[in-house]
């Protein structure tokens, strides 16, 4: 067969079969076209052609079933594979299923022994609460028992005890009452603490300790030169006529008489006109005075004079604060003449009152005040500046009032111009105390 013919066949068979096919037809019948035959007889090719390709088929076929096979096993792996991926759920539902089974189980059993030893609780709590009843029933019984047994002997230790904090505040200071500043009445239309007074008892003391200085004998004894001493013989005749006066003061109170067992305090004693009369009628005499100077002149007098118990007389600087200047002492009598006239209203209801404080239950005073003079007795300022020796008053009302207001009777008694000149008046205040002592 010729060239062209071979390039045909070729050409044909690739068209017909595709090009994969076509190179194979071309790669098995190529070598049997070319073989030229022998002799010029064409040969069996034709018969040779169909063994080329059925060998050629063959060894195709094999490598295709065994690609086959291998594509197969690997299916039937992935099956499994997925089969066993199939059941994961299933195990995990069968854990989750015996873990809840075994929770319940526990839960089951702890809440059984739960419940039985919150029920032991129960029980001993219902019978510590019956024990507990039952023990303040016993001491609610026995507190009854006590109280009965022992309420008198408590409310008298009660009483004593507010008794002797109240009594030891008031005994120690008039400047507070009850834990505040204490207010004293006046007939100046408002009330005053003793702090209030302060600078106008310091004006008035300032005069006085001036006077106990350089004119002690003329501020008792007007008649004689100020500045001057006085002679031995006047002396002695003012001390003298302090008798006198007691007699009259004693004989005005009245009642059951005084002893040397008893007190007195002299308020405004000076130099110790009356406190030496007092001393030897009383058991110990308080001579009280603002003005430093003149007691010491007085203390220097009683010496002097041969009294034989100096310590009976306790010769004692005050301020507005009587209680205080006396240690919480009470009297069982106070005595005062020509000194309340000398200070401004709101100091005299102080002193008035405090009069009443300091006497025992029982205790009586016997007090000298004006109760009408020309003085503005409540311009406190005006008092403070004009310095000398001043004269002021209270409206016998006022003195009633406060005095009796403290827990002590007062009965005033109008002695018109007794102790004081120039129209002006004064009154005697007899006092007693009745109330409780304060």
Not at 402 to 411: D, L, N, P, T, Y
């Amino acid at each position: 067969m010729s060239t062209t013919i071979r390039t045909c066949v070729t050409v044909a068979v690739s068209v017909g079969l595709g090009f994969s096919g076509g190179l194979f037809l071309t790669q098995v019948i190529s070598p049997v076209l070319i073989m030229e035959p022998e002799g010029g007889t064409v040969p069996n090719w034709p018969h040779n052609l169909v063994q080329q390709m059925s060998k050629h088929l063959d060894v195709k076929s094999s490598g295709v079933e065994s690609r086959l096979g291998s594509i197969e096993t690997q299916l039937q792996n992935l099956h499994a594979e997925l089969s066993g991926v199939k059941t994961v759920p299933e195990r995990t539902d069968n854990v989750v299923k015996q873990l809840s089974e075994l929770l319940d189980t526990k839960l089951s059993g702890t809440a059984a022994r739960l419940g039985s030893i919150l029920g032991s609780i129960e029980i001993e709590q219902k019978k510590f609460s019956s024990e507990i009843s039952a023990v303040k029933a016993e001491l609610a019984w026995s507190r009854v028992s006590l109280g009965q047994a022992l309420s008198p002997r408590a409310l008298a230790v009660k009483t004593a005890k507010e008794t002797l904090v109240q009594s030891t505040e008031d005994r120690l200071t008039a400047m507070v009452e009850k834990g505040t500043l204490r207010q004293f009445e006046s007939a100046c239309g408002r009330t005053f603490t003793i702090p209030d007074l302060y600078s106008t008892f310091s004006a008035h003391a300032v005069e006085w300790n001036l006077m106990g200085k350089t004119d002690a004998w003329w501020s008792v004894l007007t008649e004689f030169p100020r500045g001057a001493d006085i002679p031995e013989d006047d002396k002695r005749k003012f001390y003298e006529s302090g008798k006198v006066h007691i007699a009259d003061v004693l004989q005005e109170l009245g009642g059951r008489p005084f002893d040397r067992s008893q007190s007195v305090l002299d308020f405004g004693c000076g130099v110790g006109r009356l406190a030496f009369v007092f001393a030897d009628m009383f058991g110990s005499v308080a001579c009280v005075d603002q003005s430093f100077h003149h007691l010491r002149l007085a203390e220097a007098e009683w010496k002097k004079r041969g009294g034989q118990q100096p310590a009976k007389i306790n010769f004692t600087s005050s301020g507005p604060d009587l209680l205080s200047a006396v240690n919480g002492q009470r009297f069982d009598l106070v005595h005062s003449v020509v000194v309340l006239q000398h200070m401004v209203s709101p100091l005299q209801t102080v002193y008035l009152a405090q009069f009443c404080d300091v006497l025992k239950h029982g205790g009586r005073a016997w007090i000298q005040i004006p109760t009408k003079t020309s003085a503005d007795s409540c311009d406190l300022e005006s008092s403070r500046t004009a310095g000398g020796m001043q004269m002021h008053y209270t409206p016998a009302t006022i003195i009633s009032h406060v005095i009796e207001s403290r827990g002590c009777s007062a009965k005033v008694i109008q002695v018109g111009g007794r102790y004081i000149e120039g129209g002006m008046s004064s009154a005697i205040v007899l006092v007693e105390r009745t109330g409780p002592e304060f």
